[in-house]
């Protein structure tokens, strides 16, 4: 059993279709309070405080592997989480369109074992932190594409602004590495570190 600290549907439907028992406890990170400058370190420390968060609520002796899971879109040198409104949304699309982004989503595993001297709280045993780097390339769209695209809501769901498993799968072009990284975990990597 896995032990997911992600609210993202789109990481609990991954896990289910990959048939790997779980369940979700949300950690409640205030992702506000955690910066680094670069992306692909920013979202191995998110990841890293959503599975400690998690972690830190388990009941002394309880072993579980705890998942956390972050991801963000660097374009032309930017950073992208979801967009605060349609209005951003649409600034994005339009200078995203038919170029390329890099997407970054953080992993951390930690396996509790047992409890912290004198805390009475279950300690991280093994811990495997690591950033899965997917390239994606965005279709040229028109502003009354993108707009419509907007419209639906989705892409005020998700990291970049856009769902690979969703109705954005018509707005992505092409793929290099990771296809479940971008959706948000990357299934090999897990399989690894389960193994």
């Not at 170029?99 to 991280?124: D, I």
Request: aromatic share 4%; with cysteine.
């Amino acid at each position: 059993m896995l032990l997911l600290a992600s609210a993202s549907p789109a990481r609990r439907r991954l896990l289910e279709q990959a048939a790997i028992p779980h369940r979700v406890q949300v950690s409640g990170v205030d992702e506000e309070a955690i910066g680094a400058a670069d992306p692909s370190e920013l979202v191995r420390l998110l990841a890293q405080a959503k599975a400690q968060a998690v972690v830190d609520t388990l009941e002394p002796g309880e072993a579980i592997p705890v998942l956390g899971c972050d991801s963000l879109l660097e374009f032309a040198g930017e950073v992208f989480g979801k967009p605060a409104d349609p209005e951003e949304a649409i600034r994005r699309w339009q200078r995203m369109a038919g170029g390329w982004g890099e997407l970054h989503t953080g992993h951390c595993l930690l396996q509790s074992t047992g409890t912290g001297a004198g805390t009475g709280r279950p300690k991280p045993g093994v811990i495997r932190l690591e950033t899965v780097t997917t390239r994606v390339q965005f279709a040229a769209l028109t502003t009354s594409e993108i707009e419509a695209y907007v419209a639906t809501g989705e892409p005020l769901q998700c990291a970049g602004g856009f769902a690979l498993e969703g109705m954005g799968g018509q707005v992505v072009e092409r793929i290099e590495g990771c296809f479940s990284n971008v959706i948000g975990l990357s299934l090999p990597l897990l399989r690894r570190w389960l193994a």
